[in-house]
């Protein structure tokens, strides 16, 4: 095995068409952690039928911000999927929070709930319910395959972007149109 491991930590995954697994057809993974032991991330490009209403009223959490009621919670993935992460700018932090980088960071606290309900949020935030996880190798193996583009993060794509052009702006990252890739390349 080689020693080299080059972690992916603060990109997208950016799904293949020949990627036949529902949880992650045509999505923006952003990854928050890659290490040997493994990866995590978010899907950003998936709003779920919840909004943020729906889920302050089931957490017992009052908006404070009208803007944010209609507020989209996104499908992070299929891990622990009852779970909230919060993917934020940095200028908020809270006592479990993970630093990604110097820009983004991740939150999986009812305090960070609450603050964004107040209106005392990060600048820019996507709220999650779940995300996706890979065991050692995992990851790797599906990069190997094919499975997965792979590009720097671009902060305007995961914080300003509307979910259903962030599939479109990641792969222009790379410089691809994605209507052009047949799910049969290298299935000949």
């Known amino acids: 095995m080689n020693a080299f491991f080059d972690s992916f930590k603060n990109h997208f995954l950016i799904s293949m068409p020949h990627?036949?697994?529902?949880?992650?057809?045509?999505?923006?993974?952003?990854?928050?952690?890659?290490?040997?032991?493994?990866?995590?991330?978010?899907?950003?490009?998936?709003?779920?039928?919840?909004?943020f209403t729906e889920l302050a009223d089931h957490l017992g959490i009052q908006i404070h911000n009208p803007r944010l009621s209609s507020e989209p919670i996104y499908t992070g993935?299929?891990?622990?999927?009852?779970?909230?992460?919060?993917?934020?700018?940095?200028?908020?932090?809270?006592?479990?929070t993970l630093r990604v980088t110097d820009e983004v960071s991740l939150s999986a606290s009812l305090e960070a709930l609450e603050d964004i309900a107040q209106g005392n949020g990060p600048d820019a935030f996507r709220i999650t319910l779940g995300c996706a996880g890979w065991d050692a190798g995992q990851l790797e193996a599906e990069i190997a395959n094919n499975?997965?583009?792979?590009?720097?993060?671009?902060?305007?794509?995961?914080?300003h972007?509307?979910?259903d052009m962030q599939f479109t702006a990641a792969t222009r990252v790379l410089g691809i149109d994605m209507t052009r890739l047949s799910p049969d390349i290298g299935h000949g």
Do not use: Q
């Open 19 to 51: 990627l036949d697994d529902p949880h992650f057809e045509h999505t923006v993974i952003y990854l928050c952690e890659h290490t040997k032991a493994g990866a995590m991330g978010i899907i950003i490009n998936r709003p779920s039928n919840v909004d």
């Open 77 to 96: 993935g299929p891990v622990e999927a009852e779970r909230g992460f919060i993917l934020h700018t940095t200028d908020k932090v809270w006592s479990n």
């Open 147 to 159: 499975d997965w583009l792979v590009c720097e993060a671009d902060l305007d794509v995961l914080f």
């Open 161 to 163: 972007t509307p979910s």
